[in-house]
Nanobody, 116 residues
């Protein structure tokens, strides 16, 4: 019974910061590929960042590299997405994902709105 719950979204001005959290229950987050995805209105869902299972190596999409940082806290069974220097184009619903081979689990999403 894997569940992922995102939190930390909100409304910020351009240049602001948010820290998203994804708390997992029912499994150990360390054994999964963990990812953050986002979907803006009228757009396809896209990968933002990912940490490969059993590693601390994070990969980022070109659009967020250098501004976002994904980390994992094994003790808290939680992954984070620190979002700095936010841009209007970052506005989207952000989803947490856990993937292992053919298994996929998704959180309910948290809204991030960047507006002046």
């Amino acid at each position: 019974q894997v569940q992922l719950i995102e939190s930390g979204g909100g409304l910020v001005h351009p240049g602001g910061s948010l820290n998203l959290s994804c708390v997992a229950s029912g499994t150990l987050i360390y054994i999964w590929d963990m990812g953050w995805f986002r979907q803006a209105p009228g757009k396809q869902r896209e990968l933002v960042a990912r940490i490969v299972r059993k590693t601390d190596d994070a990969n980022y999409s070109d659009s967020v590299r250098g501004r976002f940082t994904m980390t994992r806290d094994v003790a808290k069974n939680t992954v984070y997405l620190q979002m700095n220097n936010l841009e209007i184009e970052d506005t989207a619903i952000y989803y947490c994902n856990a993937n292992f081979v053919s298994a996929d689990h998704w959180g309910q999403g948290t809204q991030v709105t960047v507006s002046s």
